[in-house]
């Protein structure tokens, strides 16, 4: 398993900027979007700010109370793709309170259908999405390294390296490794 990368900041403060002005242009005051995500009204102020760097399951429901999926988001705080994306050229977030690291090998593109993210759990970590950011977007994720279980729906599925699992998410889901393990995989999103 790789190293998390460094965190970048320049992709936080776009990503503050973004929120905020997908929060304005619903005409949404801060209580507003905080009653429809769940996410306190101080926690928010301190988002758009980019005092503090969302959490994956934050950004999970902010991105349900815009139904809108975290790809789209992160497209639209991210350059515009290009046909050959080198891996220095792969933008890489982290959720500093669970350790996730989420690359964008194939970012999302206007006018392409699919991406491709790679993931890393470190061990003993688990991510819990209350709702999908969009009911019925398909994924495919593929274990490369370690050991994960993920969670849809209330069914667990514990996957070793190599295995594929493929679902429409329509409910909740958990990502979780054991204390012993952390997990790399790819996550394609059609």
Same mark, same amino acid.
């Given at each position: ?51 503090? &760097? ?19 988001? +992160?497209? +639209? ?18 959720? /500093? ?6 690359? &964008?090998?194939?970012?999302?593109? /206007? ?54 699992? /493929? ?24």
């Amino acid at each position: 398993m790789e190293t998390s990368p460094a965190i970048d900041t320049a992709l936080d403060d776009r990503l503050a900027e973004r929120l905020r002005t997908l929060r304005a242009d619903r005409g949404w005051t801060l209580d507003d979007l905080a009653q429809r995500s769940g996410v306190s009204r101080a926690t928010l102020s301190r988002l758009e700010k980019a005092e503090v &760097s969302p959490t994956a399951a934050v950004l999970g429901r902010l991105c349900a109370a815009h139904d809108l999926p975290l790809s789209r988001l +992160m497209l +639209m705080v991210e350059d515009d793709h290009a046909p050959l994306v080198r891996r220095a050229d792969q933008p890489v977030w982290t959720d /500093r309170a669970s350790g996730f690291v989420r690359r &964008s090998v194939s970012p999302p593109a /206007r006018t392409l259908a699919g991406e491709v993210l790679d993931g890393t759990l470190p061990p003993g970590a688990r991510i819990d999405y209350d709702r999908p950011p969009r009911a019925g977007l398909e994924h495919h994720l593929v274990l490369r390294d370690g050991r994960l279980t993920v969670t849809l729906d209330g069914v667990a599925h514990a996957l070793e390296p190599g295995d594929c699992l /493929r679902y429409r998410l329509t409910g909740a889901s958990a990502f979780e490794t054991p204390p012993d393990a952390g997990a790399r995989y790819l996550l394609f999103l059609v």
